[in-house]
């Protein structure tokens, strides 16, 4: 909590990789940031974008005071990597390729037995 010991109003900056006028990003972006002023212990509410990643910080300034906030963001990550499929391709291709061979040697027979 930003907690200022004077009164009047705030200027919020949240600077981070996709943050825009929302708070909120779609994709992703540069650093930017946005601004919001609020009344000195008013609440600020912040989101960060969807896909975050890297640092933002929040920053809140009352006249000479300034206080600083850093969050450091990850994406887990999910899914499968496709370097793991890697030796379910090789299968499937030296599977494929029996096959063709297994065609080949039976016609190649049977010409040969006509």
Same mark, same amino acid.
């Given at each position: 909590?930003?907690?200022?010991?004077?009164?009047?109003?705030?200027? /919020?900056? %949240?600077? &981070?990789?996709?943050?825009?006028?929302?708070?909120l990003?779609?994709?992703? =972006?540069?650093?930017? $940031? #946005?601004?919001?002023?609020?009344?000195?212990?008013?609440?600020?509410?912040?989101?960060?974008?969807?896909?975050a990643?890297?640092? /933002?910080? %929040?920053? &809140?300034?009352?006249?000479?005071?300034?206080?600083?906030?850093?969050?450091? =963001?990850?994406?887990? $990550? #999910?899914?499968?990597?496709?370097?793991?499929?890697?030796?379910?391709?090789?299968?499937?291709?030296?599977?494929?390729?029996?096959?063709?061979?297994?065609?080949?040697?039976?016609?190649?027979?049977?010409?040969?037995?006509?």
């Amino acid at each position: 909590m930003f907690d200022f010991s004077g009164t009047g109003t705030v200027e /919020y900056t %949240l600077t &981070g990789e996709g943050v825009g006028p929302a708070n909120l990003a779609m994709v992703k =972006a540069a650093p930017t $940031s #946005t601004a919001v002023s609020k009344a000195a212990g008013e609440t600020v509410k912040v989101t960060l974008p969807t896909n975050a990643q890297g640092s /933002y910080e %929040l920053k &809140g300034v009352l006249g000479s005071e300034s206080i600083s906030l850093t969050i450091n =963001a990850t994406i887990a $990550s #999910t899914g499968f990597d496709a370097g793991s499929m890697l030796g379910v391709w090789i299968g499937g291709g030296v599977l494929l390729l029996g096959g063709v061979l297994v065609t080949v040697f039976a016609a190649r027979r049977e010409r040969q037995d006509a």
